[in-house]
């Protein structure tokens, strides 16, 4: 495929052309070196056209039916309230081949097929508990192309439900009721992280569990000092599949967007995440300069084997790799 400019790579993604967002984001996430230029180039083009959506993150519970829920919530969206809305969608990948699934598109099928939607699947590569590293820089990139509602899906696990809430206005929290004690497992860490809570699945059978565990979580969430912006999170019941309760959320989201402004807590919260992105690319860069360093992947190797076997302790094979990378370590 014939290689753009950076000049037709801007004016795409400014049009909304969806064929060239799609091969841009591929530069963001490309680990070439001969694309990072390019790259940064684009984002510092794109930057003053970004900021203008609703960054919504969502995670959940294992079968809490994430894909499910954003193929319902979406259509909403576009259907019932005129909006358009991209979405990022982290897949795990595996940790012995590197490859991962990519089944959202077939998940999310009404979404997948409007053209008011744009579903961007990326693998995370083992990164920070199920994010895809230029998941940031994504983002800016769906903005810049007009979209006005971005929902980063997570893989649910490890440290994803930091990494989304690093990077987003609102977070909601997926729960599946009648799955035992409804509060056990959930960390409190999750629980003082989020903004909103959605026990999903709730039609059928299975709606007076999801109303008890309503219930159970309203309470827990009471217990928890209120937020520095005054915001206690809502718990709801919602079902993809009736519609029920999808209303309720959206109107959650509005809420919370219009007190996050009028308090100037939108702002504090994006400067803030600003920095965080920051030091994250910093300390991507160091350790990309560290690895590349020819000194450092000759004896990298070595060093490994060694600490495989205990001949050499991690510490004293960390600091052998660090005075290869810069010989003034620890005064000498």
Known sequence: MRRL????????????????????????ESELSSDSELAAQMLDRLLPYSGNSRRIGITGVPGAGKST?????????INEYGENLAVLSIDPSSPISGGSILGDKTRMERL??????????????????????????TMLLCEAAGYR?????????????????????????LMLAGAGDELQGIKRGIIEM????????????NKPKAERARAEYTHALHLFPVSADGWTPPVVTCSSITGVGLVEIWQMILDHRQLAENKGFLAERRSRQALEWMNELLLTGIEESFRKNPKVAALLPLLQEEVRRGSVTPFAASRDLLRQYHPVVNGR
Request: net charge negative; charged share 25%.
């Open 5 to 28: 400019s950076l000049e037709q790579y801007v004016d795409g993604v400014l049009r909304g052309d969806r064929v060239i967002l799609a091969r841009a984001i591929t530069v963001i």
């Open 69 to 77: 829920f954003i193929d319902a919530f979406g259509m909403l969206l």
């Open 112 to 137: 997948s097929a409007d053209d008011r939607a744009f579903i961007r699947p990326s693998p995370s590569r083992g990164h920070l508990g199920g994010v895809a590293r230029r998941t940031r820089e």
């Open 149 to 173: 509602n971005i929902l980063v899906e997570t893989v649910g696990v490890g440290q994803s439900e930091t990494a989304v809430r690093s990077m987003t206005d609102f977070f909601l929290l």
């Open 194 to 205: 989020l903004d909103g809570m959605a026990i999903t699945k709730a039609d059928g059978d």
